[in-house]
């Protein structure tokens, strides 16, 4: 569902991109290749401009250089430096070394703003990206104000990353910060999980088809299974990750963002403040843990240990760089959350996130009610459930799965996967979900961004939980680097009668895949 906005607009009225921390991982993994993509495909005219701004010295050629060696390891499209594209298209990026702190610097900005809007016709819009620590946002907010850089004929909007904040408090006070320069509306939370194919196609599969609606209640509906699984280690931010942890770092924003892409009810528009008021609604809903013992009983936290990955032997995350010894941190977990409202009542949602899992995927499962035992089907066949799975990562699809007669048997039933592969279905150069969030900015589209609300809705569900593990840790578990986790997320869906489904398309006693894949017709 994508707000009808005139996608004519931004090339038109061009904008101008201002990227803090031009010379970081994020920038050169996914924000320079996202620019590219967007100007390949027409996306961008030839009314816009790049601002690259960090703390040290880069020539305008070093940093030309910087980002044409981004775009050839990290985007969808290559390119060449020996052709007039390659060169009208970085002619458009210019780099200032800047202190964040130093208004001077600001006001230099301002000007360096006012001529590139010259040079090429931009109407005065500019976007603010702030690849950046969470502590640096207000310091920043304050001197793009005190520098002139606010004072736009059009119109200027701030992205930001998250974590926003460390808790509720923390969330507070850095909102407040930024309150203080931008209007609401002018600011773009990015969760960048809300930009993948598969997730905004959520709601089109719930909402446009009859024969699913009908169904998407607790009538029906026995759980739903999200799956956010990860085979790397902490790598290099073990500093950061020892602070923060699996919940803080996945759960508060990716894993609750999902849920309330699943649960939401159908807006009565197609406008983004009418798509985020029911995510709201369904964050309000939430089930909150009132005791330990609840907690206790929901909630399973785990830290890998030693194990074999890939056929290699893999370090614990106590001994990973910068991570204390003796930490407590959990670098997975798994929660059994209710959405206490009409449609939800007492169908349970199974989050899980980990690190050094055996696949990177991301998928949500929808298993429905299985048929009644007495049935004349049922009691001849162990029957199994029917599953609706959202594919998000690696492979983008979904697939149904139903149960058939086998042929050629005297009534012998088995499972059948239909599968609809939407990555392969229009090539592996699909769009990343850096470029449509940009874009998305870029149009004044906030569908898939993060309102206040929902961000301290998510972080004071989330704040029981760390507060009751800061008090006592006996209830960490560990996992063996490799494996699905602790045996206490298994005893979790086990209790009410329940299992992990196997994630990635390996569903044991499937017999038949009915493909659309066009390498397959």
């Not at 038109?12 to 991109?17: H, L, N, W």
């Not at 200032?96 to 208004?103: A, E, F, G, P, Q």
């Not at 009908?214 to 299974?225: F, G, H, R």
């Amino acid at each position: 569902m994508m707000l009808e906005t005139n996608q004519e607009a931004v090339k038109q009225s061009g904008v101008v991109f201002f990227i803090f921390g031009a010379t970081g991982d994020l920038a050169r993994r996914k924000l320079f290749p996202a620019l590219y993509s967007l100007y390949r495909e027409g996306k961008l005219s030839e009314k816009f401009a790049v601002v690259g701004l960090a703390r040290r010295e880069r020539s305008p050629e070093q940093f030309h250089e910087d980002v044409y060696r981004s775009i050839q390891e990290f985007a969808r499209y290559k390119v060449s430096e020996d052709t007039e594209e390659w060169r009208r298209f970085v002619q458009h990026f210019v780099y200032l070394s800047l202190d964040i702190n130093r208004v001077e610097d600001f006001k230099q900005l301002q000007g360096t703003a006012n001529q590139l809007e010259k040079k090429f016709g931009i109407a005065g819009n500019r976007l603010f990206y702030l690849a950046l620590a969470p502590d640096l946002f207000g310091s920043v907010a304050h001197n793009l104000k005190a520098g002139g850089l606010l004072e736009c004929e059009g119109w200027h909007r701030l992205v930001i990353e998250k974590p926003f904040g460390f808790d509720l408090p923390s969330a507070e006070k850095l909102n407040k910060e930024i309150r203080g320069v931008f209007e609401e509306h002018e600011i773009y939370r990015i969760d960048h999980y809300l930009g993948k194919e598969m997730v905004q196609n959520i709601d089109v599969i719930r909402f446009a088809n009859a024969f699913f609606e009908p169904l998407w209640n607790n009538k029906y509906i026995a759980n739903i299974q999200i799956t956010l699984s990860e085979t790397v280690g902490v790598e290099e931010r073990g500093g950061y990750y020892d602070h923060s942890g699996a919940l803080r770092d996945m759960g508060q924003n990716h894993m609750l963002q999902m849920v309330t892409m699943m649960a939401m009810e159908p807006p009565s528009r197609l406008l983004p403040e009418d798509i985020r008021d029911e995510k709201v609604k369904v964050l309000r809903s939430l089930r909150p843990f009132t005791t330990r013992e609840e907690i206790r009983q929901h909630v399973v936290r785990g830290q890998y240990t030693e194990g074999m990955h890939n056929g290699k032997l893999v370090q614990g995350y106590r001994e990973e760089d910068k991570v204390h010894p003796a930490s407590v941190t959990e670098t997975y977990f798994a929660a059994k959350v209710y959405v206490d409202n009409f449609r939800w009542a007492g169908v349970p949602f199974y989050i899980r996130t980990g690190k050094r899992l055996p696949l990177k995927t991301t998928e949500v499962v929808v298993e429905f009610k299985n048929m009644p035992d007495n049935i004349y089907h049922a009691h001849k066949t162990n029957l199994q459930p029917n599953l609706l799975v959202f594919r998000v990562q690696p492979m983008e699809g979904i697939y149904i799965k139903i149960n058939a007669k086998n042929p050629g048997s005297e009534g012998a039933i088995i499972p059948v996967a239909m599968d609809f592969c939407q990555s392969c279905q229009v090539g592996l150069n699909t769009p990343e979900a850096y470029e449509r969030l940009l874009y998305d900015a870029a149009r004044g589209d906030s569908t898939y961004f993060t309102r206040w609300d929902e961000v301290a809705l998510a972080w004071k569900f989330v704040d029981r939980i760390a507060a009751a593990w800061s008090e006592d840790d006996r209830d960490l578990e560990t996992y063996a680097a490799g494996s699905w986790g602790p045996k206490g997320a298994e005893e979790l869906l086990a209790r009410d009668g329940f299992s992990w489904w196997p994630v990635n398309g390996q569903e044991a006693g499937e017999s038949v895949w009915v493909t659309n894949r066009p390498d397959k017709l």
